[in-house]
């Protein structure tokens, strides 16, 4: 069974930089897409950023358009979120998740998750 384990998560400084990372355990590693999702204190779970895992192509949405990126890693099995000019409102747990299948996949149905990591923005 797939787990996916984020790290990179930690206290950062506005206006900072920092590079999220989401790992795949299994030896062979295939989803159909990724994306990554954060949940802020009091707040729903949003989605930051999707990523079709066979061609490339990624798509950021709103709380993070033109201050983050995606980018993955084939053969490392590994996603990464990009974030710059980072803001208090950043502040969340980050996780990242996978789906297998077209359905899923755009059916925003993700069937792995990671455990988490914490971002930290401070003033």
């Known amino acids: 069974q797939v787990r996916l384990v984020e790290s990179g998560g930690g206290l950062v400084q506005a206006g900072g930089s920092l590079r999220l990372s989401c790992a795949a355990s299994?030896?062979?590693?295939?989803?159909?897409?990724m994306s990554w999702f954060r949940q802020a204190p009091g707040k729903e779970r949003e989605q930051v950023g999707t990523?079709?895992?066979?061609?490339?192509?990624?798509w950021m949405l709103d709380p993070v358009r033109g201050r983050g990126s995606l980018s993955r890693n084939i053969a490392e099995k590994t996603l990464y979120l990009h974030l710059n000019n980072l803001r208090s409102e950043d502040t969340a747990v980050y996780y990242c998740?996978?789906?297998?299948?077209?359905?899923?996949?755009?059916?925003?149905?993700?069937?792995?998750w990671g455990q988490g990591t914490q971002v930290t923005v401070s003033p």
């Open positions: 990523i079709d895992w066979t061609n490339g192509g990624t």
């Open positions: 998740a996978a789906a297998f299948t077209p359905e899923d996949y755009y059916g925003r149905h993700y069937t792995t």
């Open positions: 299994t030896r062979t590693f295939s989803p159909y897409g």
